[in-house]
């Protein structure tokens, strides 16, 4: 019987002992905080070993509970909790605190930290422009309607083969509008009367070669044109210089975020996120035209630059030290 006993007790002792080496186990783990790729988890990695925290959320308030700082915890590895993915071993953490980090040759600490900086960089890009669109009219007037379409159509036809000639084969010619109107005389007392009428076809030129500008607008007066309303300048292709202006507003954005995390005596560890607020376009170039006598001379034509602006917003993470 006491032989009996003896070996009973035994038992209870070893299932005792298995179950405490089964399921819970205390333990002391240092090493880094790293999310999982589970929902909210994460784990200390300590070296090869994983030790996914199973309560991480009574932490997540600390300020040094953020990725890559260094922790010291204090738990139970429970090794009959299941996961999903089952990333590090199941572990309950009782204590977690920071671990500080000595500084070479003093007997003062670092604590490492990580924090976020938003910076925006701006950037302006200058390009020369690639398009002119001229606009010509042709006006005419008459007693009857009919005198001044007439007369009106002669000159237009005179006008647009200018047109052609001189703009060249790339040269894109269309009517942009076109009008016949009564011209009205106004007295005091007495209702208008119709002295006669004016007939207006303006014609707009898009053209590539900028050198010839100057010519078509001569050629065009010469041939009967007489109401040139401007003539702008934009850029059609403007894609290497919105690129180039994209790309110098990020590097300006970096540069801002690498200057903050110095003066913190830190660095830019990543790069969280990075938003374009927008490339605006080139604005065209407008220059007034005043008809004149024609002369010998060709009209002269400055083209001038195109500004192409870009802004980009950069959000950081910056790993810095308190000393």
Request: charged letters at 20%.
């Amino acid at each position: 019987m006491k032989r009996k006993l003896i070996n009973i007790l035994g038992a209870l002792a070893l299932v005792t002992l298995f179950t405490t080496q089964v399921f819970a186990k205390e333990m002391t783990v240092q090493g880094r905080l790293q999310r999982t790729v589970e929902p909210g988890g994460w784990v200390i990695a300590a070296g090869n070993q994983k030790y996914l925290i199973l309560n991480s959320q009574r932490f997540l308030n600390e300020k040094w509970f953020t990725e890559g700082n260094e922790v010291e915890s204090s738990g139970d590895t429970k090794s009959e909790v299941m996961t999903t993915y089952m990333e590090g071993t199941p572990f309950e953490a009782r204590t977690m605190r920071p671990l500080a980090q000595s500084v070479s040759g003093t007997n003062q600490g670092v604590l490492i930290g990580l924090t976020k900086v938003s910076v925006t960089g701006d950037s302006i890009v200058q390009a020369q422009p690639d398009t002119a669109i001229l606009t010509v009219s042709v006006v005419t007037q008459g007693r009857s309607a009919l005198d001044a379409q007439q007369d009106n159509a002669n000159r237009s036809d005179a006008v647009v083969k200018a047109l052609k000639s001189a703009a060249g084969a790339g040269a894109e010619i269309k009517t942009s509008g076109y009008s016949l109107q009564p011209i009205r005389v106004y007295k005091e007392g007495q209702p208008p009367t119709i002295t006669g009428y004016e007939a207006r076809n303006t014609v707009t030129v898009t053209m590539s070669d900028l050198t010839r500008v100057g010519a078509v607008i001569d050629a065009t007066a010469q041939a009967g044109s007489n109401d040139i309303s401007g003539i702008s300048f934009t850029l059609r292709k403007d894609r290497p210089a919105r690129d180039q202006a994209l790309a110098e507003a990020t590097r300006e954005a970096l540069s801002k975020a690498q200057v903050i995390a110095t003066a913190l005596g830190g660095r830019v560890v990543r790069i969280v996120e990075v938003q374009e607020e927008g490339v605006q376009p080139p604005r065209p170039i407008y220059q007034e035209f005043q008809m004149k006598t024609m002369s010998a001379a060709q009209t002269p034509i400055e083209l001038g630059t195109l500004d192409i602006t870009s802004r980009v917003q950069l959000v950081a993470e910056i790993e810095v030290g308190q000393r």
